[in-house]
């Protein structure tokens, strides 16, 4: 069983920066493509951005596209989005979740483990 914890989420102003981490368990982490996505209020679960197993290729959806930035750690057992020039649309919840795979995907049911979610909210 795979477990992920998000972390970092909170208030900020439009124009800021946040760095959300999620800390996973088991051995499995290091080999599997990780990926964050977020839903806001009344909305559909949509995709930020995934990184591949060794953290050498990384996605990005459009809507953050330049804006945000995945990375790894594998010692860590750790993935990170960084978060940049957040504008008040980028108010959601945001989750990250592992696949049983190498490679990244844009996909959410191509996940398969999900963590609880942090809650980002960005201020005008």
């Known amino acids: 069983q795979v477990q992920l914890v998000e972390s970092g989420g909170g208030l900020v102003q439009a124009g800021g920066s946040l760095r959300l981490s999620c800390a996973a368990s088991?051995?499995?982490?290091?080999?599997?493509?990780m990926g964050w996505f977020r839903q806001g209020s009344g909305k559909e679960r949509e995709f930020v951005a995934a990184?591949?197993?060794?953290?050498?290729?990384?996605n990005y959806g459009d809507i953050v596209q330049g804006r945000f930035f995945v990375s790894r750690d594998n010692d860590k057992n750790t993935v990170y989005l960084h978060m940049s020039s957040l504008k008040p649309e980028d108010t959601a919840t945001y989750y990250c979740?592992?696949?049983?795979?190498?490679?990244?995907?844009?996909?959410?049911?191509?996940?398969?483990?999900w963590g609880q979610g942090t809650q980002v909210t960005v201020s005008s």
């Open positions: 088991g051995s499995i982490f290091r080999f599997n493509a």
């Open positions: 990184v591949n197993g060794g953290g050498s290729l990384a």
């Open positions: 979740a592992v696949r049983g795979r190498l490679e990244p995907s844009s996909a959410p049911d191509d996940y398969d483990y």
